[in-house]
């Protein structure tokens, strides 16, 4: 179990993180989520004491990280999959963690084949790795001491389709083994696809947490729906004329009512729909309104 209570880290008069609490519970994949920025990277060095925190805490299994004999028997870290010497190769990396933790280096061939990663690739120097690659091997070394928490800031950053699959499975399956999982993102899909939590971080602060269907339900737009129809107009005025407002989105209309209320108009005045659909957006727009001020871009 992780617990972050009231986390703050400052640089000078910025704030990088603010008052930050959150608590990441064994046998769940936790969803490190926010834009570029958000603070993600600076809590995840507070919990690993790579960076000092302003005020607050936070505790693994109830101790500072900085308290835990070898620490990586308990607590797997992958932060930058680049930050290992670039001209040891992977094989070397891994063998010198095992060396480190007091583990036999049969350990490293396992973590090798549990990665996916080849004898001849675990042969090349970390210089040559691919990013995925870097990826795998910093999830190899992470898992190495087999610790009961992890913590990955960006692990599927550079991982293919497939990569994210198979990390989703390696990370369900340590989970329900009873592990905790604090992986980071600043991508919703990837958080979505293996998240069984979500932490949404914006501007150092967090601005929602809870499991996807949860911060779906409290998702501002639920209960809208957009729809397309053969004869738009007309289906806007028979909406219109129910009381439902109507306003043109795309190709259809996006109204504020359930779909099914939808369909009944378009039944009793006999127009086609091509489309109709829960206009909610999903997580995307939450993501995006939740941290709208803290986007770069402006999106509309
Ligand atoms: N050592 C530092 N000195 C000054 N500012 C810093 C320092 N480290 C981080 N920051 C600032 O803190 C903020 C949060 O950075 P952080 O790396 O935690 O974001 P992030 O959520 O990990 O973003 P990304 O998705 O881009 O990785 C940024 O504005 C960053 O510039
Ligand atoms: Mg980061």
Same mark, same amino acid.
């Given at each position: 179990?992780?617990?972050?209570?009231?986390?703050?880290?400052?640089?000078?008069?910025?704030?990088?993180?603010?008052?930050?609490?959150?608590?990441? #519970?064994? $046998?769940?994949?936790? $969803?490190? *989520?926010?834009?570029?920025? =958000?603070?993600? +990277?600076? +809590?995840? /060095?507070?919990?690993? @004491?790579?960076?000092?925190?302003?005020?607050? &805490?936070? +505790?693994?299994?109830?101790?500072?990280? #900085?308290?835990?004999?070898?620490? @990586? &028997?308990?607590?797997?870290?992958?932060?930058?999959?680049?930050? #290992?010497?670039?001209? /040891?190769?992977?094989?070397?990396?891994? !063998?010198?963690?095992?060396?480190?933790?007091?583990?036999?280096?049969?350990?490293?061939?396992?973590?090798?084949?549990?990665?996916?990663?080849? #004898?001849?690739?675990?042969?090349?120097?970390? /210089?040559?790795?691919?990013?995925? %690659?870097?990826?795998?091997?910093?999830?190899?070394?992470?898992?190495?001491?087999?610790?009961?928490?992890?913590?990955?800031?960006?692990?599927?950053?550079?991982?293919?389709? =497939? $990569?994210? /699959?198979? %990390?989703?499975?390696? *990370? &369900?399956?340590?989970?329900?083994?009873?592990? +905790?999982?604090?992986?980071?993102?600043?991508?919703?899909?990837?958080?979505?696809?293996?998240?069984?939590?979500?932490?949404?971080?914006?501007?150092?602060?967090?601005?929602?947490?809870?499991?996807?269907?949860?911060?779906? =339900?409290?998702?501002?737009?639920?209960?809208?729906?957009?729809?397309?129809?053969?004869?738009?107009?007309?289906?806007?005025?028979?909406?219109?004329?129910? @009381?439902?407002?109507?306003?043109?989105?795309? !190709?259809?209309?996006?109204?504020?009512?359930?779909?099914?209320?939808?369909? &009944?108009?378009?039944?009793?005045?006999?127009?086609? *729909?091509?489309?109709?659909?829960?206009?909610?957006?999903?997580?995307?727009?939450?993501?995006? !309104?939740?941290?709208?001020?803290?986007?770069?871009?402006?999106?509309?």
């Amino acid at each position: 179990m992780i617990t972050v209570e009231g986390l703050t880290r400052k640089y000078g008069t910025f704030t990088a993180v603010d008052d930050v609490s959150f608590v990441c #519970q064994p $046998g769940r994949v936790t $969803g490190f *989520l926010g834009p570029n920025g =958000a603070g993600k +990277t600076t +809590t995840m /060095r507070v919990m690993v @004491g790579l960076t000092p925190p302003t005020s607050g &805490r936070v +505790t693994i299994g109830g101790h500072l990280y #900085q308290d835990i004999p070898n620490p @990586g &028997r308990h607590v797997g870290v992958l932060l930058d999959a680049s930050a #290992q010497h670039a001209g /040891r190769t992977g094989r070397e990396i891994l !063998e010198l963690g095992a060396r480190t933790m007091g583990l036999p280096t049969t350990r490293v061939d396992e973590m090798l084949d549990l990665v996916s990663l080849s #004898q001849s690739e675990s042969k090349r120097r970390l /210089r040559n790795y691919s990013l995925g %690659m870097k990826q795998r091997l910093g999830i190899a070394h992470a898992l190495l001491g087999d610790p009961s928490v992890l913590i990955l800031d960006e692990p599927a950053n550079g991982l293919d389709p =497939a $990569g994210i /699959r198979w %990390m989703r499975g390696l *990370l &369900r399956g340590y989970a329900e083994r009873g592990g +905790t999982v604090l992986l980071s993102s600043h991508l919703l899909n990837e958080v979505e696809l293996i998240a069984d939590e979500m932490i949404l971080i914006g501007h150092g602060r967090i601005v929602a947490q809870g499991d996807k269907k949860s911060l779906l =339900a409290g998702a501002a737009g639920s209960g809208s729906t957009f729809v397309t129809a053969l004869d738009n107009n007309a289906l806007s005025a028979a909406l219109s004329a129910k @009381g439902f407002t109507v306003a043109s989105a795309g !190709e259809g209309l996006r109204v504020e009512t359930e779909p099914v209320e939808v369909g &009944r108009a378009a039944v009793e005045h006999q127009i086609v *729909l091509t489309d109709l659909r829960a206009a909610d957006g999903g997580l995307e727009d939450l993501f995006l !309104e939740l941290t709208s001020d803290t986007q770069r871009e402006v999106l509309g």
